[in-house]
């Protein structure tokens, strides 16, 4: 059943409109020449008539046409015959033989026919001469080589038996046409079964998608256009699959990392405030119920850096000088490292330049060396190196900590995962910022003892530093 406002009804009434346009341009057209033709045509038939009757007048005119001699009756055009008739005139103009007695009898001047066979007056009847009036087309001949002494013949057919024969052509042509319109719509039928039956799939498709239903699958049995875009889908369902169990897993570890200091939190506030603790041990109780709620608080900051990454947005990728972004980062964790008791020691080349969104450089750099610092013991390094074969720079943090274990390269970008305190999130917040600056990021150790090594590459513009921030 084709809906009123449905694909399937556009594309047919588009391409019956199609049909009717250039049919009706075809008529148009195709009348003045069809019917021109069918005239040119019937002028050479009426003429090669005429001279086979002038001939056969002339071979006998010595002694006498026989009464049984028939002359050449109709003419044939487009392989069809067509009705035409001869009148024998002689020199005066008055008829001598007619074989259309009826409207053009013998003995009558053709001067005084009430349709007329001539459309002038003066004619040069040594040659032959074509006439159309309203009712008829004649060819006259002479018959001889004198006419004022042989006379003439005049053949002639209606016009109207050329109009007859256009009609019936232009009903061939329109019923051919009629034929090809309904096995053309029968086929465009089908075709359109096959292009909207995809859709409606793709319909049904993208409601289950809607309906979390990530594991149906589209049908690709060609290699056609909407085959590729079913593809499409089913990528596009297999990603959303991973990102929605990305996102279920994310939550489930965000609820439990956010559970476990808030009942650290609640189960010491309620011993304070039920007396439990006194004395010293109040403020240490004091102590953790503050470390916990600043652990909150990056969970939180953290979870909303990744929130933020998801989203799409417009980010400002400006060539910027690595040196005076590590420098705002150190800023940033110089207060922690302090505290930890750990050295930060930095070597950034001042020909160093980075291409990117100057915030998320920064947040960057700041989660690579809070990780750093909350894992070493003394020291923490930044450094960095111009690769000018790829236009690429180099960052390598590096701390003196007991390093990456085998486990940590399979799962230190995933969401929450830590072996030690922190939130888990610093190095996936990490990873997203490299990945979308088109960057590589990756992990070792500096020997088999220790120390943890994460190097990172961004692009980078060759080119003087001199007024870049």
Do not use: C
């Amino acid at each position: 059943m084709i809906r009123p406002r449905s694909i399937s009804s556009k594309i047919i009434i588009s391409y019956l409109l199609v049909v009717f346009i250039t049919f009706a341009m075809t008529v148009l057209a195709f009348y003045p020449a069809l019917f021109g033709v069918l005239e040119n045509r019937a002028q050479i038939s009426l003429e090669k008539q005429a001279w086979e009757i002038a001939f056969l007048m002339q071979s006998h005119q010595s002694e006498g046409l026989p009464e049984e001699t028939a002359f050449p009756s109709g003419i044939r055009l487009l392989g069809r015959p067509v009705e035409s008739h001869y009148l024998l005139v002689n020199p005066d103009n008055r008829i001598t033989g007619s074989s259309y007695p009826e409207y053009f009898p013998v003995g009558h001047r053709l001067s005084d026919l009430p349709l007329p066979l001539r459309d002038r007056e003066i004619v040069d009847k040594a040659r032959p001469n074509t006439y159309r009036t309203d009712n008829y087309i004649a060819v006259e001949i002479p018959i001889g080589i004198s006419p004022e002494n042989s006379g003439t013949v005049i053949t002639f057919m209606a016009l109207q038996s050329l109009r007859d024969m256009y009609l019936n052509t232009l009903y061939l042509v329109f019923g051919n046409l009629l034929i090809a319109l309904v096995a053309a719509l029968f086929i465009a039928y089908l075709l359109i079964g096959y292009i909207v039956r995809p859709l409606k799939n793709l319909e049904l498709y993208a409601e289950a998608m809607g309906n979390r239903q990530f594991d149906i699958k589209l049908e690709t049995r060609s290699n056609d256009e909407l085959s590729n875009l079913a593809e499409a889908f089913n990528q596009m369902a297999d990603r959303l699959k991973s990102y929605d169990e990305s996102i279920r897993h994310f939550f489930q570890n965000a609820s439990h990392e956010l559970k476990t200091p808030l009942m650290s939190i609640n189960g010491y506030v309620e011993g304070i405030r039920d007396g439990i603790f006194d004395g010293p041990a109040v403020d240490n109780a004091l102590e953790i119920i503050h470390k916990e709620s600043l652990r909150m608080r990056d969970i939180v900051e953290n979870m909303i850096d990744i929130t933020i990454l998801d989203q799409p947005h417009s980010n400002y990728f400006l060539p910027h000088r690595l040196s005076y972004i590590v420098e705002n980062a150190l800023d940033s964790v110089g207060g922690y490292a302090l505290d930890r008791k750990v050295a930060i020691t930095a070597d950034i080349p001042e020909k160093a330049i980075v291409v990117g969104d100057w915030d998320r450089l920064q947040s960057l750099f700041i989660n690579l060396l809070s990780n750093a610092i909350r894992h070493a013991q003394n020291s923490v390094t930044i450094r960095s190196q111009v690769i000018s074969d790829t236009q690429q720079v180099e960052i390598t943090v590096q701390d003196d900590g007991p390093g990456f274990i085998s486990e940590d390269f399979h799962h230190a970008f995933e969401y929450f995962y830590t072996r030690t305190e922190g939130s888990g999130l610093g190095l996936a917040i990490a990873r997203k910022i490299v990945d979308e600056h088109g960057g590589e990021i990756y992990l070792q150790n500096a020997s088999p003892k220790g120390g943890a090594v994460v190097k990172v590459t961004l692009p980078s513009v060759s080119g003087d530093a001199d007024g870049l921030v």
